[in-house]
């Protein structure tokens, strides 16, 4: 007798899917080098960051939940894409496609368990709890910190002004200002090498 | 009068370090696919795993322990490279070039950062406690679905023998009996294809 155990085969299903997302490039490039980043590259670092700045945190977190978020933050991309941060002709967040593309990949798994990640990146998404916050802080922090080790990187090639990329950034400051501390020098001394495009 | 965060600093250094993990190339191949996958997709690949199949662990784990273990596990090969699973001329585990690796690159965080994430990897290496079990049964799950999935990837590739692959997957029944259930129609299915090379 064979017993099928149609739970985990749908697990193993939705594991096979993902493996789409190291396809989907991001802008972004990897420290100190023009190779572009991909999405399940990215993930894995914003996790790394999470286990040793999570101590940062204005507020406490849930560890656990934040590297659930980040783990799972892009995957919808898989079929949406990826938009780039500063690109102004296009929504960002939650959009129809993302939603459709969390339905259909989530929608792999079984129901308890597409509830509680497609709840995780709402979650994310809305960057109201402390959770969400922090996460989105690493969002924020690691591509900054590669544009700046790129000498502006993605800013300076995509032309973005300088108070565009600090309102954006103060972001992280959300998620905790001992990070943001750090963030804002980098920032401001890449300014002075003059990589940003002039506002107006 | 400026602040400095050296605790901050040293976790930046780190975060920055760690970015090497993205060109480490193994020698399994993405799904259905002829491309390299690096540790880095690799390592976020098994915590997206651990995430979806935890429960099927013989003994309940800690989820964020196992979480740690695999996004750590293989840091070490920055400094000390990718040993493939079945070469037979190389020691695989807790080598000396790994033991430097962990001491220089865990180095550049906060001493009770690097007690932490040591005593992980080696907790990991260990293979004695049940989050290590199950963290380790990821670790070979994947590339045998990754195997699978392209009519014996890197067995056929590098005429590895049945007997061997088969005792070597074993190591998933240890994490989980019921992915076992799962992984071994799944290698009997491809061992039909005449992918192996006769032992002998």
Redesign the interface.
């Known amino acids: 007798m064979i017993?099928i155990?149609e739970r985990?085969?749908s697990?193993?299903a939705?594991?096979?899917e993902?493996?789409k997302?190291?396809y989907i490039q991001r802008k972004t490039r990897?420290?100190n080098s023009e190779r572009s980043?991909?999405d399940?590259?990215h993930?894995?670092?914003l996790?790394?960051?999470t286990?040793?700045?999570a101590e940062?945190s204005n507020v406490k977190v849930d560890?656990?939940k934040v590297?659930?978020m980040v783990?799972?933050h892009d995957i919808v991309e898989i079929d949406a894409g990826d938009v780039f941060l500063y690109d102004t002709n296009k929504m960002h967040c939650n959009t129809m496609a993302e939603r459709q593309a969390a339905e259909r990949i989530f929608g792999l798994?079984p129901k308890d368990?597409f509830d509680e990640l497609t709840a995780l990146w709402e979650e994310f998404e809305a960057c109201e709890t402390a959770e969400a916050k922090f996460a989105k802080s690493m969002d924020r922090f690691?591509p900054l910190?590669q544009n700046v080790?790129n000498d502006g990187g993605t800013w300076k090639e995509y032309g973005v002004d300088y108070s565009k990329v600090y309102k954006t950034q103060l972001v992280i400051k959300d998620g905790s200002a001992?990070?943001w501390?750090?963030a804002k020098p980098m920032l401001e001394q890449t300014m002075l090498k003059g990589v940003f495009k002039k506002a107006g």
């Open positions: 017993m155990n985990l085969l697990q193993v939705f594991i096979h993902i493996d997302l190291k990897l420290f980043e991909n399940a590259e993930s894995w670092h996790a790394m960051m286990i040793v700045l940062h560890v656990l590297l659930k783990l799972i798994l368990q690691e910190l080790s001992a990070i501390d750090v």
